[in-house]
T-cell receptor
Framework: SQQGEEDPQALSIQEGENATMNCSYK?????LQWYRQNSGRGLVHLIL?????REKHSGRLRVTLDTSKKSSSLLITASRAADTASYFC?????????FGKGTRLSVIA | DGGITQSPKYLFRKEGQNVTLSCEQN?????MYWYRQDPGQGLRLIYY???????QKGDIAEGYSVSREKKESFPLTVTSAQKNPTAFYLC????????????FGSGTRLTVV
């Protein structure tokens, strides 16, 4: 069962712009995580936000969580061509992580 | 360097064959997981194990089997009962009892020929 749903499915921006991806989920969670996947590679953990947190930062990444709306957003500031990848949200409850289908981000130099 | 290693990177299976995908970690993680990724489908959980000699079925376990005889190893066998095995298989590991991110291997791409 896939709980997280990312929006948009694909996003294309110019280098230097900000990229925002959204994730909605259906049931209560312990935490929500964001991962990055370059084409044909494994996933890399980016950031984890707990259910009692509202915002978290890591470098150029900013994640927000609204448990009342069951939604999260990932903001990548000052994007670079190297940020081109697929980004997945994953929710953690009483089972292993449940992943969404991802957002494909293309950053054009 | 600590990490998680999947092998082989590419695997070809003939109809009716069983094949085994290897996953080894040296992170001292208790939990290990197998996910399947199809184009545009995201990741779906096949099996997971939270402790040696124990494992649970995920959402799409039919046609797959696993073992967890050692903490470091969690091999996945794709049996002939799996009718559509062509996919990208990802192994991951994590700590347990708290909020942990997963560490993923680089994946095995399985193709039926």
């Amino acid at each position: 069962s896939q709980q997280g749903e990312e929006d948009p499915q694909a996003l294309s921006i110019q280098e230097g712009e900000n990229a925002t991806m959204n994730c909605s989920y259906k049931t209560s969670i312990n935490n929500l995580q964001w991962y990055r996947q370059n084409s044909g590679r494994g996933l890399v953990h980016l950031i984890l936000i707990r259910s009692n947190e509202r915002e978290k930062h890591s470098g150029r990444l900013r994640v927000t969580l609204d448990t009342s709306k069951k939604s999260s957003s990932l903001l990548i500031t000052a994007s670079r061509a190297a940020d081109t990848a697929s980004y997945f949200c994953a929710t953690s409850g009483n089972t292993p992580l449940v992943f969404g289908k991802g957002t494909r981000l293309s950053v054009i130099a | 360097d600590g990490g998680i290693t999947q092998s082989p990177k590419y695997l070809f299976r003939k109809e009716g064959q069983n094949v085994t995908l290897s996953c080894e970690q040296n992170l001292n993680h208790d939990a290990m997981y197998w996910y399947r990724q199809d184009p545009g489908q995201g990741l779906r959980l096949i099996y997971y194990s939270q402790i040696v000699n124990d494992f649970q079925k995920g959402d799409i376990a039919e046609g797959y089997s696993v073992s967890r005889e050692k903490k470091e190893s969690f091999p996945l066998t794709v049996t002939s009962a799996q009718k559509n095995p062509t996919a990208f298989y990802l192994c991951a590991s994590s700590g347990t009892g708290g909020d942990y991110g997963y560490t993923f291997g680089s994946g095995t791409r399985l193709t039926v020929v």
